[in-house]
């Protein structure tokens, strides 16, 4: 077993039993073939919440900061690639195109950031979302995650033992040829949205 699954499983463990990790949506979820998963954005503990809620080995996008960091650089090294959050990076998009066409998965929060209203689906999402999906043709699988933000505000030091909830949509069609990457960004903001309300008023 890879370290990648090693570590999905003692924080899936942890989720489960510090902050009552439910899981729904997973049907939706592909076995194989290019898959970007995206979601909302509103803590520190969304990429790992993520990671334990699918299944399959992810790729991140993590800020370069992180890279250069004593130990926390080793980790993130092992399953992200490095972003510059200010500007576009043509290399970044060919190697997650690459792996994307070789079958693998991509997590992304297209927000760039966390929300600091808590709440993470209503950010601006960028348009690099669907760039990546025109060019993979990779299908997208939308998620919202609620309570991560009650259990590690923007802020807080300390995780909290707030209930943390993830739940998928069905995937979105890959975009045709011709198609504008922008309208990805709007069908997986609508998603995430309906994901988010859909929690609200139940």
Known sequence: MSSYYIFREIFDLYFRVYNRLEVQGRQYMPRGGGL???SNHSSYLDPLVLGSAVSRRMTYLAKKELFSMPVVGTF?????????RDKTSHAVIKELVRRLCLGEAVAMFPAGERDKTGDGAGAGFKR?????ARLSKA????????????SLPVGGKFPKPAKISVRFAPCLKPLAGGADA??????????????????KTN
């Not at 299908?139 to 009650?150: M, N």
């Not at 922008?182 to 998603?191: C, I």
């Open 36 to 38: 970007i998963v995206v």
């Open 76 to 84: 993130v090294k092992s399953f992200s690639v490095p972003v510059d």
């Open 128 to 132: 690099g979302l669907g760039l990546l």
């Open 139 to 150: 299908s997208v699988l939308p998620a919202y995650i609620e309570g991560t933000d009650k």
């Open 182 to 199: 922008g309208e990805m960004v709007l069908m997986a903001m609508e998603s995430i949205n309906g994901l988010k309300n859909k929690i």
